[in-house]
């Protein structure tokens, strides 16, 4: 086993717990390992199966975590303790729950059902309390270290908690993930003393034993990042047989022995167990083996430290008394320990028979009466579950008061304004409130001063967990650094921007605190962090991001920045919304809007239209467009009516009649230019010249394409549900008075809003970025792309043509 470089010492004093609870705590072991085995071949072997689909679910992957989680939830850990554990032992955390009596027995038979226990533990589905989701695998390994991080801000500003440990069960596989390596690599993460990640060493992925010397490397690149790293390697036979004398040829080859020949030992019977063991091995190992029988060796050879409670809570002792930086445990385990496909290369979704079920039935002293209980009341066990659920148990969170935000900071922008100028200015008019400003955080990786956070920065400074010295006297920009400071800068990562993000999204949940969390991203690199940000969503975040710049509008930034499909994105993803609005005031009443949501302070007067929306997603530019239609549109409408539209997603910026009023033309053809955020000068520049050319042509401006799309899905789906005819959507209806053709016009995908023509029922021309941009500016990459009035007009035409 090449991958076994170092190791607990042998002389290392052991953290021997009495015997009584030992036992006890292996008797439960072995319950946590029969129950979460036997939860899998339910699903599979017993349950109605009405689709013909495999259930499901990891055996292997589980077995090999037993022993670790039951040393955290039944030994180490405590109720202020957050944990997040490897996507496919979830079978064993509900194990544990309910063995503590946190879950109801009914569940044990719903592994995998819709209602019942998600396949992969989820802090939004599972019926008990999950702290960190996880699935993809990575993101639930480094999200403690992102809490931790979030702890490490709430206790600078509003007090310290009681002290809480950050724990990650991970998979060694998962440490191929890159976004580990960016995780660690940020100085945002650095020195957080409360964070433990524990990497169920087994050696195997989902293919394959992972080839190759990883421990050094990875040894290496955690202490580069200024971990401590801790292995435990043996368990306490090997421990014992590496103490007589005469072992060192056995030892050295124990440690030498390369992970693929190593991990055959496990499908061999133990004579030929032996000899394969003992193929490449150094003189002398062979004659010390032969004082041992053939299944005494076996069960020498892979007895594991990873499978050793009194082992793994030593070190996890020990990494409680490192304080001023990160620990990680690497605990070598057996994929399928004390199963029949333990070490199997090929064991990731087997699972055992219907005869071997039976026997470890048996094996662990049930029956198939009483297989689903818990322990015997009066046993050391239950005793044991008992005091653990109390220890456990959660306090309960306090009672916050909301706070109150307004519906306007009174930012309109005037002339000419750019969304992200405004975005800037409406962010620092909020943190003037001092009843805001302490929730307010704000976070982005290395793009704070070109995506305009520099305002809020100036006011609230950056957090660092020390003050420290400022070396430049910029007088423009103020980076000063400590503990009050409300920015958190990271470096250029935008997974850890969504990772981070999706943390301070949950802090009620996790920390008892709520923030208004705020990150800005240029927009193209939003899918940079694409699975970060499904993820925190996902996880039930709850936060407000803005990509700017976005789109081709970025013109000379060229093709490699220029954002096409985010907007698609930001529509389709759940619980986010895709708001892209053209004007100063439209941004600040959906910005303060916004803010109000994810602080929980609903305002009375916005509409009701948005259930489950968890994530803002602002997409501005950096083009000044001319303010005053805007305030035309204001005139005509009155502010509350302008106010509750904008909100809801769309209104109409001019009513096309009155462009032509002079010609008094009301049978003229009628069309509708619907546009989106920075091309809304070249929308009322067609308006014009069709109003020239006698046609009627309304132009509606959509500020939220996410929630005008969620307004008309949510009538459909009413519609289907109930049997009836789907009414036209409420948000829709004031605005699209007449049912005429439609052009959309978007900097972005021409698809993010080609669906108006279907929800409207009227033909549709959609016009937008279907091809990759390039260097220019803004007139002419608009020509390139088919975005100047003159096709946005014959856009227009064509879509009078369709209708006729
Ligand atoms: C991002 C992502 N890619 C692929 C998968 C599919 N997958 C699930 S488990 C797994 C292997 C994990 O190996 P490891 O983390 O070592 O856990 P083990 O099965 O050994 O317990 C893979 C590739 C996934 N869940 N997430
Ligand atoms: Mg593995």
Redesign the pocket.
Known sequence: MSDIAGGLSLNKKMHALPLDERKSLERIQDRVLWLSTRMIDHANRERENLDGLKVGG?Q??SA??VSLMTALYFNYLDSEDRVSV????SPVFHAIQYLLGNLDKKYLTQLRTAGGLQS?PSRTKDPDIVDFST?????GAVAPLFAAATRRYIDAHFGARPHSRFVAI?????LD?GNIWEALADPATDGLGNVMWIV?F?R????RV?PGIRIAQWRAQFEAAGWHVREIKYGSRLEEAFAKSGSEPFKKWFDDIPNEQYQSLFGLIPSEARVRFLEGAPVGAAEFLANYEDQELFEILTDLGGHNVDSLLEAFAECDSVTDRPSVVFAYTI?GWHLPIAGDPRN?SAQISESQINDLRSRVGLTSANEWERFEPGSAEDALCQARRVALARPEPAVEEKIAIPITTGVKGAGKSSTQEIFGRVLSEISRDEKIRPYLVTTAPDVATSTNLGGFINRAGVFHPEQRRRWNEDPILKWAEGPSGQHIELGISEMNLFSLLGQLGISKDLHDQSLIPIGTVYDPFVLRGL?AFIYSVYSGAKFIVTGTPSGITLAPEGGAHQSTITPSVGIELPGVVLIEPAYGQALDWLFCDAVAHVAGSKIDTTPDLRPNELAFYFRLTTRSIDQSPFANARERLGEATLRSQVLAGAYRLVDGRVALAKSEDFHAPTVHLVGCGAVMPEVLEAAAELANEGVIAHVVDVTSPGRLYGSWQRTLKQGIRTANTPSFPGAMRPIFTERAPIVSIHDGSSHALAWLGSALGAPQVAMGVDSFGQSGNIPDLYKIHDLDSGSIVNGALAALSLNS
Do not use: F, R, T
């Not at 991970?170 to 998962?174: C, M, P, V, W, Y």
């Not at 195997?204 to 293919?207: E, G, H, P, R």
């Open positions: 990891h292997a992957s090999s975590m490897k996507p496919h032992a992969y699935g993809s695998v990575g993101l991970i998979g060694d596989a998962e993930e169920d087994n195997q992925s989902l293919d992972i994929k990731h699975d």
